[in-house]
C-alpha cells in the first residue's frame, strides 16, 4: 500500500469512527478536531520538554517506538485544540493527554478552562508505522 493509500484509508477509518460513534451520542456536540502526523517527524532529537509533560515523555519513552505514540499524543493535543478552538481559549501547553486503568486517552487540562458548559472531550488516537491521528470530539449533555 503506498503512503497516500495508507493515508487515505486511515482518513476513511476515523471518519466511519465519528459518524457511528456521534450518533450514539445523548449530548450536543459542539466542536470537532482532526490531525494527522507523520512518524518519522518525531524520530530524532527534539525539544521534546517544550511539547510534552514530564508525564506524556514518560509514556511515550516507554513504548518499544517512542516516536509514534509522541505523534499520537501530538495529534490528539492538536484535535482537542481545534474542537475547541472559538469556544474555549486554550494553550496546546495546558493541554496534557493522560490514559484510563484500560488504556483510553483523555485530556487533562493543566489550567482553568474557565465558565464553560460542562465540558466533555472525547478523544481517539490511532497510529500505523507511518502515520499518526486523533479525532477530538467537544461536546455537553442535552
Not at 129 to 141: I, M
Request: aromatic share 8%; glycine share 6%; hydrophobic share 40%.
Amino acid at each position: 500500500m503506498t503512503e497516500v493509500n495508507e493515508r487515505e484509508a486511515d482518513l476513511l477509518r476515523v471518519g466511519r469512527w465519528l459518524q457511528s460513534w456521534s450518533a450514539q451520542l445523548s449530548s450536543e456536540v459542539c466542536g470537532i478536531g482532526v490531525d494527522l502526523e507523520e512518524v518519522v517527524r518525531w524520530e530524532g532529537p527534539l525539544r521534546l520538554e517544550a511539547l510534552f509533560t514530564p508525564a506524556e515523555r514518560r509514556y511515550c519513552e516507554g513504548k518499544a517506538r517512542p516516536a509514534r505514540h509522541y505523534a499520537g499524543l501530538w495529534c490528539a493535543k492538536e484535535a482537542a485544540f481545534k474542537a475547541l478552538s472559538g469556544k474555549i481559549t486554550v494553550n496546546l501547553r495546558e493541554l496534557e493527554v493522560v490514559h484510563t486503568a484500560d488504556g483510553a486517552p483523555k485530556i487533562k487540562f493543566l489550567t482553568p478552562v474557565g465558565n464553560v458548559k460542562p465540558l466533555q472531550l472525547h478523544i481517539s488516537i490511532t497510529h500505523t508505522s507511518t502515520l499518526a491521528a486523533a479525532v477530538a470530539l467537544y461536546t455537553h449533555q442535552l
